[in-house]
């Protein structure tokens, strides 16, 4: 049946290039795009790697040959006359995995949308599309350029066709078949029946190789004459010919490439149409190409006005029409601003800084936004000496403050935390946070890979905003803001706040619409804003000396590891090269290969490491070596230089909208990645000191992801545990080993205790033999006795993965939504992922929320009781690490704070078991555990 071709006719020039046909082999680019670039997915989990990687060839492929004509050809479904011809043709081919047979439709849609002619034709193959269009076209006298990986193709090359292959950058005419394959093109026929290809199932002459091949038709020309003198070869391989004399004209007729398939579409049709801009921006906005998208509505792509993702419909492009921008620099003009802001029931609000360390930053100029669309930029401090005179910081900041500091004016921003912190150093407590546009994404989709205003303009918007880079450079030349003249840097920063504004407006509508969403928003996450900015502020206080001593200490210990290294293997490597430990471990010292990079390499990832330090010396080597030389590069190196030079404490940056279950995370320097299991790591956290006259509390939920577990599932046996106060992990092993309770021994409690916590990560049978050194049939007698002593928490976790397929996200006990986006992937590796992460998600999340909430009921306490003349005068809440919160107290308060502060824990939320906190106290952070 005749295939169809999607194109719209054009006139072509008379150039150079429109004599020429370009023939996309798109079922080689299908297949190749998948194997390079596989795990690729969206956020709701679709495979998109081998659509990315056929665009991004074609990409390629049209910056060298940019003419018009052009036509992708595919394989149609179903069989061909070849399967006729030959039932086992093919038949050794795996069938086309899940993960790509749904990449096709998006595929071929992409295709269609930029334009090009697409063909597949029912009955045949794509190669023989393409030999009859090729040989057609140069019968009109086109050049023609098969672009493929499929050697099958060197046949159809001639003086009018080559071949090209965009992966590898080759490209093929007469002189390079004779050059890779030792025959003409018109031989290629003869040297693959010859040969067979054993992908395709095709059979060959046994024991002919490529040499013989090539040496026999050097001297018969063609598999006919072959034939004709079958019986002058001699010895077993003369003997191989005879036998072989039939499937070697099957052969011959098998690689033969059609060259006269019946088809509607004719040469000239084959011409690239306009591209379909909304098309494109809906395909690549489902699909998650931000890049593309974004190059689709600047118009910043750099091609040929025929380039494939060319934008050609200028009303298309969003940021094309700026809003009504202004740049106040006179103090009528501002007070006509002034007068605005205070009227506007909304004030989209932003601050440009000399820096992104909230502790030294200055503020260089502030904008507002009252409605979409209208903006205002306040230059300060710029450097610029071509701008007009700029007005007075000192005094705008004291027009400014009754505003910023008015709860009752409410003000959206985005990331308002940051704007809060440096407006504190010019001596503004910024009030009237009523929303932060990057919290508000992070609560819809915290699985968004990113909730920056360039991501989120882009999502929602579909509005490409000016970068920072645009105006102010990249890399080590990269300007300041106050060094940007004020003509690029006043529409930037009124750009901001106008966004944030039109962004609000997009958000907070779904927001609204989701009850439980809002409430997480207006309860837990807008609050803790104030909470982490007072945190941060706070600091903590460091011991520099003694992270100095340690980081020559653990030089020292890296000296004698190495030097165990070299002597194991015989010489001298760098320990920090995965190259050179590769080649010690693995070729040198003939290490049994665990697993392999994507690329075929042996790893040495620290996974495959550990399980290799279980029998040898040298891979435990290199871990120590790497855990001593990052915990001296990030810490005990660093952490000194980090200490802010007004206050004499470090200040971390707690991230909000990062984490996908809704935990902080901590950065520059982070806090809660220093090892507490480690005595080095341990011996970090005594660095981290009281000063005098204080003493570090540091107060951690017990068990607390056991504790949601327990009353998520509503298991009687966890429930009854935890209400009667028992050690849960003790409690498990007498279930689960048939014992007393006080006949537990150490060895089954953490047997239990490893059960306790595995399942509640999805730890399989394997994994838990793994880690207790059992079988792995025991370990799954363990788990089967676990679930009969605990059926509520099997119940749970089936209510849970069938819950996150059927609505595609799970939710915390506070209604925070977890997206699963692969909970229905056809990948059976990542569906069962998303399957653990379906189990585990609310109790993290929970987790999450728990102690959030713990944290903004504190420091509602702090700004009660902890303030100069009142009760707890002097108690700073400074760190917060995962389910742990660490304070300063005074020696003498210390009963009294300790007993409030459990007790607030303790009460941040009402779960069917109690929350029990436990409270440390010592000189430093390691004493106080």
């Known amino acids: 049946m005749p295939g169809s071709v999607e194109t719209k006719a054009q006139t072509l020039s008379d150039s150079t290039t429109d004599k020429q046909l370009i023939l996309v082999d798109g079922s080689s680019y299908l297949y190749r795009a998948f194997h390079a670039m596989p795990g690729l997915n969206n956020s709701k989990g679709m495979p998109t790697g081998a659509v990315y990687g056929v665009v991004n060839m074609l990409k390629r492929l049209r910056n060298d040959y940019p003419t018009q004509r052009v036509a992708m050809i595919f394989d149609a479904k179903g069989k061909t006359f070849r399967d006729d011809m030959f039932p086992e043709y093919k038949a050794n081919r795996a069938s086309m995995p899940d993960d790509l047979r749904c990449q096709i439709e998006p595929l071929h849609d992409v295709i269609r949308a930029l334009g090009f002619p697409l063909i597949a034709i029912s009955g045949v193959e794509a190669d023989d599309v393409i030999g009859t269009l090729a040989v057609q076209a140069a019968e009109q006298g086109l050049e023609v350029v098969v672009s493929t990986g499929d050697k099958d193709m060197a046949q159809l090359v001639n003086e009018k066709v080559s071949l090209v292959d965009t992966m590898k950058n080759q490209v093929m005419d007469i002189e390079g078949v004779k050059t890779k394959f030792g025959v003409t093109p018109e031989q290629i026929k003869d040297y693959l029946s010859l040969i067979g290809d054993t992908s395709d199932n095709i059979p060959g002459v046994d024991k002919v190789g490529p040499k013989t091949a090539v040496k026999w038709l050097q001297q018969y020309d063609s598999v006919a004459n072959i034939i004709e003198h079958a019986d002058e070869f001699k010895g077993k391989v003369g003997e191989n010919l005879r036998n072989s004399l039939e499937q070697l004209k099957l052969s011959y007729e098998l690689v033969t490439i059609k060259l006269d398939v019946e088809m509607d579409e004719t040469v000239e049709q084959l011409i690239m149409a306009e591209p379909d801009q909304e098309k494109l921006k809906a395909l690549y906005s489902e699909l998650e190409f931000k890049s593309w998208l974004s190059q689709i509505l600047s118009k910043e792509f750099v091609g040929t006005q025929q380039d494939m993702l060319d934008d050609a419909d200028s009303d298309s492009v969003q940021n094309s029409v700026k809003g009504d921008y202004t740049c106040i620099t006179d103090w009528d003009t501002f007070a006509l601003w002034e007068q605005q802001l205070q009227q506007a029931e909304l004030i989209a609000f932003d601050t440009e800084t000399t820096s992104l360390d909230y502790m030294q930053a200055e503020i260089v100029g502030v904008s507002f936004a009252v409605e979409t669309g209208k903006a ?554």
């Open 376 to 929: 205002a930029y306040i230059p300060l401090i710029h450097k610029d000496v071509e701008a007009p005179e700029q007005l007075d910081r000192s005094e705008v900041l004291a027009r400014l403050k009754p505003l910023l500091e008015d709860p009752d004016k409410l003000k959206v921003g985005q990331n308002l935390k940051y704007d809060r912190n440096v407006l504190l150093n010019h001596g503004i407590d910024l009030q009237g946070i009523a929303f932060d546009t990057m919290l508000e994404s992070y609560v819809l989709d915290s699985t968004a890979t990113r909730h920056n205003m360039d991501a989120l303009a882009l999502k929602y918007l579909s509005y490409q905003t000016t970068k920072y880079e645009d105006i102010a450079g990249k890399g080590v030349k990269q300007l300041r803001f106050d060094d940007v003249p004020v003509a690029q840097a006043a529409p930037y920063a009124a750009e901001d706040a106008d966004i944030t504004l039109r962004l609000h407006e997009t958000l907070w509508p779904k927001l609204q619409a989701q009850e439980g969403l809002k409430s997480l928003f207006c309860e837990v996450e807008l609050p803790l804003l104030k909470v982490l900015s007072h945190i941060e502020r706070n600091g903590v206080l460091i011991d520099a000396d003694l992270l100095h001593q340690q980081s020559q200490d653990i030089a020292e210990q890296l000296k004698k590891i190495e030097t165990a290294a070299f002597e194991l293997a015989g010489d001298a490597f760098n320990m920090a090269s995965p190259k050179q430990i590769q080649h010690i471990l693995f070729e040198k010292m003939a290490l049994p290969i665990i697993s392999k990079t994507p690329k075929g390499q042996p790893s040495t990832a620290e996974s495959v490491l550990q399980e290799l330090a279980l029998d040898y010396p040298m891979p435990k080597l290199i871990l120590e070596h790497r855990s001593l030389a990052k915990l001296k590069s990030t810490y005990t190196d660093k952490l000194p230089k980090q200490i802010d030079s007004n206050s004499g404490r470090v200040h971390t940056s707690y991230n909000q909208a990062v984490a996908v279950t809704g935990r902080l995370s901590s950065t520059e320097p982070n806090l809660q990645n220093i090892p507490i299991r480690t005595a080095q790591g341990r011996q970090v956290r005594q660095a981290f000191i009281a000063p005098q006259g204080k003493k570090i509390v540091a107060a951690d939920y017990s068990q607390i992801e056991l504790r949601i577990m327990a009353h998520l599932s509503q298991d009687k046996g966890l429930l009854s545990a935890f209400e009667q106060g028992l050690d849960v992990h003790k409690a498990t092993a007498a279930e689960v080993f048939g014992v007393d309770l006080e006949s537990v021994s150490t060895e089954q409690r953490r047997s239990a205790k490893a059960i306790n916590f595995g399942l509640i990560y999805g730890m399989s049978a394997f994994g838990l033999a793994k880690q207790l050194d059992i079988t792995r049939k025991d370990a799954q007698g363990y788990i089967d006795l676990y679930f009969a002593r605990y059926p509520g928490v099997k119940d749970y976790m089936d209510r849970m993965r069938e819950l996150a397929k059927e609505q595609g996200f799970v939710e915390t006990v506070f209604g925070r939504r977890l997206y699963i986006p692969e909970i229905n992937s056809r990948n059976g590796q990542r569906r069962q992922y998303a399957e653990r992460t379906a189990i585990n998600a609310p109790m993290q999340g929970s987790a999450a929320d728990i102690i959030k909430r713990a944290m903004f009921a504190m420091y509602q306490w702090l700004m009660t009781e902890a303030i100069p003349g009142q009760p707890f005068d002097g108690v700073l809440m400074t760190m917060q690490v995962h389910d742990e919160l660490v304070f300063e107290v005074p020696e003498d308060l210390l009963d009294s704070a300790v007993a409030k502060i459990t007790g607030i824990m303790s009460d941040a939320a009402e779960l069917a078991v109690p929350l029990i906190v436990e409270a440390g106290i010592g000189d430093n952070w390691d004493e106080a555990h």
